[in-house]
C-alpha cells in the first residue's frame, strides 16, 4: 500500500508539473495558433470592380469619325455647336429620336430613343431591370482612369433603378434610361465615352479630379441658345408622345417670361438664395462636379417674378447637353411627374448658356391674355 501510495503521490506530482509548465513549452505553437485564428477571421478579399460586357450595336461606333457613321445613317437634319467643345448632330429618323455628339469630328456619344434596334443589342426598349440583370451585373462603383488620375463613380440607389452605368470592353459605356411607370422599363440609351460620362457628371463623385466642361467664347451664344430651347422642347414632346399624353401647348408669352426669369436670376441671385446656397452654387460652378438645382422654396421666390400661381417650374445649372438632361428628368421621379402630367398645360424653355429654365402652366386659363 505504501508503494502504491508514493506512485500515486509521484504520478499526481507529475501531472500537475505537466499542467503547469503547458504554457511554456508550447508558447511558440501557441501563438502560431493565435495567430491562424486571426487570419482565419478576416473576411474574404472582395473584388469590387465592374466587369465589362462585349462591344456591340452603338457602342462600337463611339470614337469612331463621324464620315463612317453617316455612310450608314446619312447626313443630319441639322447640326450645331454646344459651346462647350462639341457638336450636336440631329438625325430625322422616322418614329425614333437619334443624335449625336462629335468633338474634330469623332464619335463621342449616341442618344438613341425608338423601337427595336439590332444596334442596341443586347438590350431592347421594354426590358425590365430584372431582365437586365440577367445580361450583366448592376455596379454601385465605376473607378476610371482618366489623364492619370483615379476618378471614382458611386451610383446612389435612384441611378442603380432608373439609370445604371455599363460598361463595355473597348472603354465605352452605356447609362441605360428606365422610366417611372409601374413596371420601370428600358426606353433610351446614351453610349458615351470616358471623358464624356466623366465631364456630364450624372452620377456622384467621389474626388474633385474630373474633367471639365469649358465654356467657348467665340461662339454666337443667342443662336446655339434657341437652338437648344427648341432642342429640349422637341424631345419633351417625344417622351410624351411615347406616354401617349396630349402634347404641351406653346404660349409666347409664356415663352417670354421664362427668358425674363432666367435672366432675372442670372443678375438677382442674391434675393433668391441664402448666403450658404449662394455659396454652393459658386462651388458647382467653379470645380464641383454634379448640377446645381433650385429648390422648391427658392423656385417660389423666383416665379413671384411672373406672378401667376399656374406657373411651375425647374432650373437647373450647368445642362451642357440638353437631352442628356431631358432624358435623366424623364427618369426622375418629380420632374417626369411634371413633364408628363395627365392635364395638359403649355411649356416654355429658356437657355443661356448653361443655365435652363423650364417653365410649365396650367391651361384653365390658357386662353386669358397675360402679360407677364
Not at 495567430?35 to 472582395?46: G, K, L, V, Y
Not at 443662336?223 to 406653346?250: A, G, H, P, V, Y
Request: glycine fraction near 2%.
Amino acid at each position: 500500500m505504501k508503494k502504491r501510495g508514493i506512485l500515486f503521490v509521484g504520478l499526481l506530482l507529475l501531472f500537475l508539473l505537466f499542467l503547469y509548465m503547458q504554457p511554456v513549452w508550447f508558447q511558440k505553437n501557441a501563438a502560431e495558433d493565435t495567430q491562424d485564428q486571426n487570419i482565419n477571421r478576416e473576411p474574404p478579399a472582395t473584388n469590387l470592380s465592374y466587369e465589362p460586357i462585349p462591344t456591340s450595336g452603338f457602342a462600337d461606333w463611339i470614337g469612331q469619325d463621324l464620315d463612317e457613321f453617316e455612310k450608314t445613317y446619312g447626313r443630319p437634319e441639322e447640326s450645331m455647336a454646344s459651346g462647350f467643345s462639341f457638336t450636336i448632330h440631329r438625325y430625322l429618323v422616322e418614329d425614333e429620336f437619334l443624335e449625336i455628339n462629335t468633338e474634330d469630328e469623332v464619335i463621342k456619344s449616341i442618344k438613341y430613343l425608338g423601337g427595336e434596334n439590332e444596334q442596341i443589342e443586347p438590350f431592347n426598349f421594354g426590358m425590365t431591370m430584372d431582365e437586365l440583370a440577367e445580361i450583366t451585373m448592376i455596379y454601385p462603383n465605376f473607378t476610371i482612369e482618366q489623364d492619370e488620375k483615379t476618378i471614382d463613380l458611386e451610383l446612389e440607389e435612384e441611378d442603380m433603378n432608373y439609370r445604371p452605368l455599363i460598361a463595355f470592353d473597348n472603354d465605352s459605356f452605356a447609362i441605360l434610361f428606365f422610366d417611372q411607370n409601374q413596371e420601370s422599363q428600358l426606353y433610351a440609351i446614351d453610349y458615351l465615352d470616358e471623358e464624356t460620362l466623366l465631364k456630364l457628371a450624372p452620377y456622384p463623385i467621389a474626388n474633385e479630379e474630373s474633367p471639365k466642361y469649358n465654356q467657348e467664347t467665340d461662339h454666337h451664344w443667342e443662336e446655339i441658345d434657341q437652338f437648344k430651347n427648341q432642342q429640349t422642347m422637341e424631345l419633351i414632346q417625344i417622351l410624351r408622345e411615347k406616354d401617349e399624353q396630349s402634347m404641351f401647348s406653346i404660349d409666347p408669352n409664356l415663352q417670354n417670361a421664362s427668358e425674363d426669369v432666367l435672366q432675372f436670376f442670372s443678375q438677382n441671385k442674391e434675393d433668391v438664395l441664402t448666403t450658404e446656397r449662394l455659396q454652393e452654387l459658386q462651388r458647382f460652378k467653379q470645380d464641383e462636379p454634379g448640377a446645381f438645382t433650385l429648390n422648391d422654396t427658392e423656385m417660389d421666390v423666383l416665379l413671384q417674378e411672373i406672378e401667376d400661381p399656374l406657373v411651375s417650374g425647374h432650373l437647373e445649372l450647368p445642362v451642357y447637353d440638353p437631352s442628356f438632361s431631358v432624358l435623366s428628368w424623364y427618369s426622375t421621379p418629380l420632374l417626369h411627374e411634371q413633364m408628363m402630367s395627365d392635364e395638359a398645360s403649355s411649356l416654355a424653355v429658356a437657355f443661356s448658356k448653361e443655365d435652363v429654365l423650364i417653365l410649365w402652366r396650367e391651361m384653365e386659363q390658357a386662353e386669358e391674355s397675360n402679360s407677364y
